[in-house]
């Protein structure tokens, strides 16, 4: 592939998260897709248009772009992802949807053209810039004078409990310390000001940021501890996790769905999911 400035987060979305996250991807759409469809409401893609999707992943709002923007318009997915990319081009050679391209790209540094696109995207991608300052300015060369970045981040830990509570018991079982918030991860972008003067420093002169809280839906059709193991191997307490014994494993599986049968949408079904708070920022920046 070419240059790359975060080979931690590529060996990270290529060997840990990417496999997971393609065998999970009913279940993790089911959840994200709301935040999703808020911010592409915002986006408001029109026909013709041309847009990047940072961070596609399996290419889901891909291809709701290319359906938006129509045959005359186009959509670039980029993503660090093989394995998600593959899973994107084959959704997207199964679809009716308009044209759509997808590369192997770094979006901190790749050359992505200069003022080639009408609207640059993202859900819940733009987060793991090892430098944001510089992804971010990378991602407004590549915008039009009058074209708009739109995208969604997940708000703090304590606004998404259906993602900390798990981490956060995972840590503590194996001893580990929490990792600092602002660095590349999914609550890397949770403070809204810090956002805001990060994409002004880039060239973005107007910048609005949108909360938008609500349940999210996991685990439908899973047990707990299924649905907390695939939590697990994507969290940041993976590698102590599977080096545990079998036994050792069950155990904290056990303990921490303990922790979320309060959670459950319907007491009576352990496979129908659990409902718990969510929050996100719907960004929308113009330079
Ligand atoms: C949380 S997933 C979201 C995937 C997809 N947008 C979705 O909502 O289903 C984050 C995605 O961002 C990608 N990503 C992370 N850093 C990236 C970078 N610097 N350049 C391009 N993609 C990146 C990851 O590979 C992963 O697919």
């Known amino acids: 592939m070419a240059v790359v400035a975060n080979a931690e987060q590529e060996r990270f979305w290529n060997e840990v998260a990417g496999p997971v996250w393609v065998a999970n991807e009913v279940e993790l759409e089911d959840h994200t897709r709301p935040f999703g469809d808020a911010a592409l409401r915002v986006a408001d893609p029109l026909d013709g248009e041309a847009v990047l999707d940072v961070g596609c992943g399996c290419g ?103 993602m900390s509570l798990v981490n956060r018991a995972a840590l503590q079982e194996f001893d580990l310390p929490v990792p600092p918030p602002e660095g590349p991860g999914p609550f890397a972008l949770a403070d809204a000001a810090r956002t805001t003067a990060l994409l002004q420093s880039a060239g973005f002169g107007t910048v609005e940021a949108h909360s938008d809280a609500r349940q999210v839906h996991l685990g439908r059709g899973q047990s707990l501890e299924d649905w907390v193991h695939g939590r697990l191997l994507m969290g940041p307490a993976r590698q102590p996790y599977l080096d545990a014994p079998p036994e050792h494993q069950r155990e904290v599986l056990a303990t921490i769905a303990g922790q979320l049968v309060g959670f459950l949408a319907d007491p009576e079904d352990p496979e129908g999911g659990l409902m718990m708070d969510g929050a996100a920022w719907v960004v929308h920046a113009r330079p």
């Open 60 to 162: 889901s709002t891909t291809l709701a772009l290319a359906h938006a923007v129509g045959g005359r318009g186009s959509v670039l997915g980029i993503d660090l992802s093989g394995p998600m990319l593959a899973r994107a081009e084959q959704r997207a050679s199964a679809s009716a949807a308009g044209r759509t391209e997808f590369r192997r790209l770094d979006a901190q540094v790749a050359d992505l053209g200069a003022a080639a696109f009408d609207l640059v995207f993202s859900r819940f991608g733009v987060m793991f810039f090892a430098d944001p300052a510089a992804g971010f300015a990378n991602l407004r060369r590549a915008l039009r004078a009058q074209g708009r970045l739109v995208f969604c981040c997940w708000q703090g830990s304590s606004a998404n409990p259906w």
